[in-house]
């Protein structure tokens, strides 16, 4: 069984940054496809960000490119989001989740960002 754990959300002000971290406990694989995904007050799931065994050409998601940074630590079995220029438009529940196949299987319990204006 995979755990998942995120950390690192607050309340920061407009332009600031925070950073995210995910620790993942049981079987990981360094095959898996790691991500973050957040979720605003009324708003759908969306995919922030994610970054796959090489860690090479990592996706993120037009809304954050230039912005937010997906990092992953293979030996701790961890994955990072760095996220800079914060608006108020990035608050939401972040979640981190992993994708051992072809769906996001595991997810974490979410951390929430709040960024004011």
């Known amino acids: 069984q995979v755990q998942l754990v995120e950390s690192g959300g607050g309340l920061v002000q407009a332009g600031g940054s925070l950073r995210l971290s995910c620790a993942a406990s049981?079987?990981?694989?360094?095959?898996?496809?790691m991500g973050w995904f957040r979720q605003a007050p009324g708003k759908e799931r969306e995919s922030v960000a994610a970054?796959?065994?090489?860690?090479?050409?990592?996706y993120y998601a037009d809304s954050v490119k230039g912005r937010f940074t997906i990092s992953r630590d293979y030996a701790k079995n961890m994955v990072f989001l760095q996220m800079n220029s914060l608006k108020s438009e990035d608050t939401a529940v972040y979640y981190c989740?992993?994708?051992?196949?072809?769906?996001?299987?595991?997810w974490g319990q979410g951390t929430q960002v709040t960024v004011s204006s």
């Open positions: 989740a992993v994708k051992p196949g072809s769906s996001w299987v595991y």
């Open positions: 049981g079987r990981i694989f360094s095959t898996y496809i």
């Open positions: 970054i796959g065994w090489s860690g090479g050409n990592p």
